[in-house]
């Protein structure tokens, strides 16, 4: 058997964090993932979470969905069902959160396409190659064919142009 080139996975002992840097990288990385898992939670279970942390030097953090009221109201009173107006609320809270993350999603998948498509210099090699096997008769026939949709176009738009109210010019 061979043996580990790493030490894989360590238990790392519960011991207050000395340095001042490493203890607010540490709480912010951690704020981070807490918030991740929240939002995940949210997203599978819809559920209404409130999450209030202070950070090292007593700043406080809080993450609330859908809003801060509803979540300190269902607290407070678990099985009364809130007024119409803070329902509205929140049932407009969750769809502005539901279509930001349709939004997201699309921008990820603008991203991932985006981040195949490569644009160097032998994919613009390429077309112009292909731009040169183009022979005269061809491009004679093209030029032609955009100079009949350039004169039926003039033709569309010049009865619009004519019926159009001229300004007055006093």
């Given at each position: 058997?061979?043996?580990?080139?790493?030490?894989?996975?360590?238990?790392?002992?519960?011991?207050?964090?000395?340095?001042?840097?490493?203890?607010?990288?540490?709480f912010?990385?951690?704020?981070?993932?807490?918030?991740?898992?929240?939002?995940?939670?949210?997203?599978?279970?819809?559920?209404?979470?409130?999450?209030?942390?202070?950070?090292?030097?007593?700043?406080?953090?809080?993450?609330?969905?859908?809003?801060?009221?509803?979540?300190?109201?269902?607290?407070?009173?678990?099985?009364?069902?809130?007024?119409?107006?803070?329902?509205?609320?929140?049932?407009?809270?969750?769809?502005?959160?539901?279509?930001k993350?349709?939004?997201?999603?699309?921008?990820?998948?603008?991203?991932?396409?985006?981040?195949?498509?490569?644009?160097?210099?032998?994919?613009?090699?390429?077309?112009?190659?292909?731009?040169?096997?183009f022979n005269?008769?061809?491009?004679?026939?093209?030029e032609?064919?955009?100079?009949?949709?350039?004169?039926?176009?003039?033709?569309?738009?010049?009865?619009?142009?004519?019926?159009?109210?001229?300004?007055?010019?006093?």
């Amino acid at each position: 058997m061979a043996e580990k080139k790493t030490l894989g996975r360590q238990k790392i002992s519960m011991a207050k964090i000395e340095n001042e840097d490493d203890l607010y990288s540490s709480f912010s990385k951690r704020r981070e993932t807490l918030y991740k898992k929240a939002s995940d939670m949210i997203r599978k279970y819809d559920i209404d979470v409130g999450i209030i942390t202070f950070s090292p030097s007593d700043n406080p953090f809080s993450f609330f969905h859908p809003t801060i009221d509803a979540v300190v109201d269902r607290f407070f009173s678990p099985y009364t069902q809130g007024s119409e107006t803070s329902r509205l609320n929140i049932a407009n809270t969750r769809t502005k959160i539901k279509e930001k993350q349709v939004e997201l999603e699309d921008l990820k998948i603008i991203k991932e396409t985006l981040a195949n498509q490569t644009t160097d210099e032998t994919n613009i090699e390429e077309m112009w190659e292909q731009i040169k096997e183009f022979n005269p008769e061809d491009l004679k026939k093209i030029e032609s064919r955009l100079d009949e949709v350039d004169l039926m176009l003039k033709n569309v738009a010049a009865p619009s142009i004519a019926q159009a109210p001229q300004e007055n010019a006093n």
